[in-house]
């Protein structure tokens, strides 16, 4: 009887069984084939497309932008190059210095450079230069506007003074050499170190002419005793300089000569 029972027990699990997996396969099947199911399906892929095709469309985007930032520096380049050989012939060394814009065109120097001043030296980079340095190239520049002849001195320097003598006492110049003591002046060191950058002279004196530097006292002395002073001044000043004569010598100093 016992084993009876567990037959019929078994058979009917058997058959519960059964009938459990055919409904859960035909019901899953007509849960995939149901309209919401299929539409759910359809907006999920749809969603996925449009993800992808943004994500294309960006990528297209931003390889198009990084084509044109390479195809403009690349023509910058080239504009700089042909620029600085149609200057220097092919020649490296000859280059300008100084700073390019974005069509590689050399942009003017700051500073003496731009009213006449030393070319051959270099002005310092601009992210070292501070305000006060800035503030000393702009009074520098107004200081040239003064006289075609700037005579940089400091009150208590003997070659300044012997500078100061031949230009101002031998020499008759019109219009008459203009005078900065630097010791006195309240840029005075900002503008030795603008001059020092610029003309490549750091001590004093420090004569320039159109803003250019001719030297300093032991300079001075030797053009006036060669004689080549008034022609020194003249083919650099041209025009702006409208009487450069050197005057008579004193009584006494012919006497000292004659003596020595």
Avoid: W
Avoid at 114 to 129: F, I, L, S
């Amino acid at each position: 009887m016992a084993s009876q029972r567990r037959m019929r027990l078994y058979g009917v699990l058997l058959v519960l069984t059964i009938i459990i997996t055919l409904y859960m396969t035909r019901s899953g099947s007509q849960t995939r084939t149901s309209p919401f199911y299929v539409k759910t399906q359809e907006a999920l892929q749809e969603r996925e497309y449009m993800e992808a095709s943004k994500q294309r469309d960006a990528d297209g985007v931003g390889s198009r932008l990084k084509a044109a930032a390479d195809d403009a520096r690349k023509s910058a380049e080239k504009k700089s190059s042909e620029y600085i050989e149609s200057v220097t012939g092919g020649d490296a060394d000859k280059a300008p210095r100084g700073r390019y814009n974005k069509d590689g065109k050399q942009q003017p120097l700051e500073g003496v450079a731009a009213v006449g001043g030393d070319r051959k030296h270099k002005a310092p980079a601009q992210e070292n230069e501070t305000e006060d340095y800035h503030e000393a190239e702009l009074e520098l520049n107004d200081i040239l506007k003064k006289s075609p002849i700037i005579i940089f001195s400091k009150t208590y320097c003997p070659h300044s003074r012997k500078a100061k003598h031949i230009l101002l006492d031998k020499y008759d110049i019109v219009p008459a050499p203009y005078v900065v003591e630097l010791d006195e002046h309240p840029l005075g060191l900002k503008l030795q170190e603008v001059l020092a950058d610029t003309t490549g002279r750091r001590t004093v004196p420090n004569v320039m002419v159109i803003g250019k530097s001719i030297g300093g006292g032991d300079q001075m002395q030797e053009l006036d005793e060669t004689d080549t002073m008034v022609e020194t001044i003249k083919k650099l000043a041209d025009t702006r300089v409208t009487r450069v004569v050197k005057r008579p010598a004193s009584p006494e100093m012919r006497r000292v000569r004659r003596r020595a």
